[in-house]
C-alpha cells in the first residue's frame, strides 16, 4: 500500500529519511514546524503517517478529518519526552476515532502535565531539543513492520498505540477504547444494543432461573 510520510521537524525528517533508505519508498511532505492549511499539492495515500517531536494538534486534526471523511488508514508518529509512540492505528471506518483519542488524553493522569507541555509548545514554537539517531531508525523500522501488518491482520491493529519507553527500554502495545458519547464512533454501533432496554433484554439470563 502506497505510505504518505508528513514529516514535522528533525525528527520528522530524520524518520522519513531512515524509511528511504532502510525499507520502504514513502511519498513524503516535508514541514518545518506545524502548519494549519496543508500545501495545495497534499494528497492523501492509503496510509498517511505524520511524524513529530512535538505536539501538532492542527494538523492531526487536519489530516484526521481527511481520512475520516475518505476511509484512509492515519497513524501519528510522535517521540514524547521518554517514549517513541506510534499510533492509535486509525482505521476508518472501523477504529475509534482520533476525537476519542483526545478525549481518552484528557482522562489520564498526568493530563496536567500534558495540558502544560502542550502550551508550551504552542506559544513557544519549540519542541525538546535533539534526539537519539537510533530512535529514527527504531521509527522506521515498526512503522514499516506496521504498515506490513496492515495488509494481514488489520483488525488486529485497529486502535493499537505502539509505544517504546527508551528510558525503561520497555515496548507495551495498548488499544484505544471508544468513548460512549463520542458522535463519530456513535454512528457505527448498533443502536439496538445501546438502550437500556436491549441491554436489560440481553442480560435476562444472567438473573433467570
Ligand atoms: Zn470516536
Redesign the pocket.
Known amino acids: 500500500m502506497e505510505i504518505l510520510t508528513v514529516a514535522v521537524g528533525e525528527f520528522g525528517h530524520s524518520v522519513a529519511s531512515a524509511m528511504k533508505k532502510q525499507v520502504r519508498k514513502p511519498v513524503i511532505v516535508e514541514l518545518a514546524e506545524e502548519v494549519s492549511v496543508l500545501p495545495p499539492t497534499f494528497a492523501l495515500s492509503a496510509i498517511n503517517v505524520i511524524i513529530s517531536a512535538k505536539p501538532v494538534p492542527a494538523l492531526w486534526r487536519i489530516v484526521d478529518e481527511m481520512c475520516w471523511k475518505h476511509n484512509r488508514f492515519f497513524i501519528p508518529v510522535m517521540l514524547e519526552r521518554v517514549k517513541l509512540r506510534i499510533g492509535p492505528i486509525f482505521s476508518y471506518p472501523d477504529s475509534?476515532?482520533?476525537?476519542?483519542w483526545e478525549l481518552r488524553e484528557l482522562q489520564r493522569d498526568n493530563c496536567l502535565v500534558n495540558t502544560a507541555l502542550n502550551d508550551y509548545y504552542e506559544r513557544s514554537q519549540r519542541g525538546p531539543e535533539g534526539f537519539l539517531p537510533a530512535l529514527s531508525r527504531i521509527a522506521a523500522l515498526r512503522l514499516d513492520h506496521t504498515v506490513d501488518s496492515l495488509g494481514r491482520e488489520e483488525k488486529e491493529l485497529r486502535g493499537q498505540v505502539w509505544q517504546f519507553d527508551f528510558l525503561n527500554m520497555a515496548i507495551t502495545a495498548n488499544y484505544l477504547v471508544?468513548?460512549e458519547d463520542?458522535?463519530?464512533?456513535?454512528q457505527r454501533c448498533n443502536p439496538s444494543v445501546e438502550t437500556v432496554e436491549a441491554i436489560q433484554a440481553e442480560l435476562i439470563a444472567l438473573w433467570s432461573e
Open positions: 475509534p476515532c482520533w476525537l476519542c471508544p468513548c463520542c458522535l463519530r464512533c456513535k
